[in-house]
């Protein structure tokens, strides 16, 4: 059974920075992506930024947080991380760590319990 368990969540100032930390265990199969989300209240999960699990790494992440935000991953400690540099109130969120697997022709998403970001002053 696959389990997320994030850290590093709190409050901080509006140009602040925080850093975000997931550890995935119970994991079957070798993930195909691993990634960040986010849902503020009122609105729709949405995609903050992901990194492939093979050699190559690669990341995407949403606009709105481009040059902010990085993600890294440490495959031998099965953890993701995401810095966050430069905050803005509309970081304010509960940020979600997720697995991505697919298996042959299926894809499962699964998620940690989530973590508060609130950047206010």
């Known amino acids: 059974q696959v389990q997320l368990v994030e850290s590093g969540g709190g409050s901080v100032q509006p140009g602040g920075s925080l850093r975000l930390s997931c550890a995935a265990s119970?994991?079957?199969?070798?993930?195909?992506?691993m990634g960040w989300y986010r849902q503020a209240p009122g609105k729709e999960r949405e995609l903050v930024a992901t990194i492939t699990s093979d050699d190559d790494g690669s990341t995407k992440y949403a606009d709105s947080v481009k040059g902010r935000f990085t993600i890294s991953r440490d495959n031998r400690r099965n953890m993701v991380y995401l810095q966050m540099n430069s905050l803005k109130p509309e970081d304010t969120a509960v940020y979600y760590c997720?697995?991505?697997?697919?298996?042959?022709?299926?894809?499962?998403?699964?998620w940690g319990q989530g973590t508060q970001v609130t950047v206010s002053s």
């Open positions: 997720n697995e991505n697997q697919r298996i042959g022709t299926r894809e499962y998403d699964y």
């Open positions: 119970g994991s079957m199969f070798w993930p195909n992506s």
